[in-house]
């Protein structure tokens, strides 16, 4: 009986076509080139809002593109005291501070028990919390402010701290559900077993281990209300002194467009994008975490 023995050929040995190595750094030129396209259209607005700001009216309007001759610091002293941007800004941090709480709260704790309990409606109550993100905002103005007109929150704090709950609480919740579902089912269950009530294993233990989601979605939610435009025009448009910071900002481009102060709107603008600056260069990481958690798990 006769044996053949094939020859061994390791992957080192195989020879590579130069045409693979020529396809490889064509793609990798092109990806390269791809994601510097897209930082320049993605951060080259901001950057000349940013040093626009810095320039009177005058340059503004003789060379749009230019660079600053001098920066002049006025401008955000103008937007912040005489186009109230500080008062619309105080406005906002409050407002955020009551929705923003009760959007994480109410999400995670409506999440939790859809994600580890089973009850009779469950999938009934998750698909219609999906359904609320499939459903515009702009059907619901005209039922929303006959709703609050008669329960007398219309031009109140309280009345758009729960609007904005409300418009989050959809996309919150079933986020949180996907993230619920990974943790592990055995510290639950051992907690319960030491006697550990309902509340106190999800306040002390399941939410602390849901911490990356919850940081996640808290930035979504936080950038999302700050921006938030229409429900605040549709709720909030009696007093000026209780203007949001987007509402100040429209009413300063219209009053500061006819003013000619240029300079005192790029400068307002500039004011809002900080906080959404500081808050994604601050939390990024937590951010990919907590959106890659539910995969690596």
């Given at each position: ?8 050929t390791d ?7 130069e045409g ?227 509402q100040g ?49």
């Amino acid at each position: 009986m006769t044996t053949t023995t094939v020859p061994r050929t390791d992957a080192a040995d195989v020879p590579r076509r130069e045409g693979d190595s020529a396809g490889g750094a064509t793609l990798n030129v092109f990806s390269h080139a791809f994601l510097v396209l897209w930082v320049v259209l993605a951060a080259g607005p901001l950057v000349w809002v940013a040093l626009t700001a810095f320039r009177p009216s005058t340059e503004i309007l003789s060379d749009p593109m230019g660079w600053p001759a001098s920066f002049h610091w006025e401008n955000f002293t103008n937007a912040w005291t005489e186009a109230s941007i500080g008062q619309y800004a105080l406005n906002s941090v409050i407002i955020l501070a009551g929705s923003l709480t009760g959007t994480m709260l109410l999400g995670s704790m409506a999440a939790y028990v859809i994600a580890r309990f089973t009850f009779p409606g469950n999938r009934l109550i998750f698909m219609l919390f999906a359904g609320g993100m499939m459903f515009p905002v702009i059907l619901a103005l005209v039922p929303l402010f006959a709703v609050m007109e008669n329960f007398g929150l219309l031009d109140t704090r309280p009345g758009l701290m729960i609007a904005y709950i409300a418009y989050s609480l959809p996309f919150t919740t079933f986020f949180l559900t996907s993230f619920f579902r990974t943790l592990p089912t055995g510290v639950q269950e051992a907690a319960m077993v030491d006697g550990a009530s309902h509340t106190r294993t999800f306040f002390q233990i399941m939410l602390p281990m849901a911490k990356p989601g919850l940081v996640s979605i808290g930035i979504f939610n936080f950038l999302g209300q700050w921006n938030q435009y229409l429900l605040p025009l549709l709720l909030n448009n009696e007093e000026e002194s209780r203007y949001v910071l987007p509402q100040g900002l429209a009413t300063l481009a219209v009053s500061q467009g006819y003013r000619g102060d240029w300079g005192a709107l790029f400068a307002g603008l500039t004011i809002a994008m900080l906080p959404v600056l500081v808050v994604y260069a601050v939390f990024q990481r937590q951010v990919q975490a907590g959106l890659t958690a539910g995969a690596l798990k």
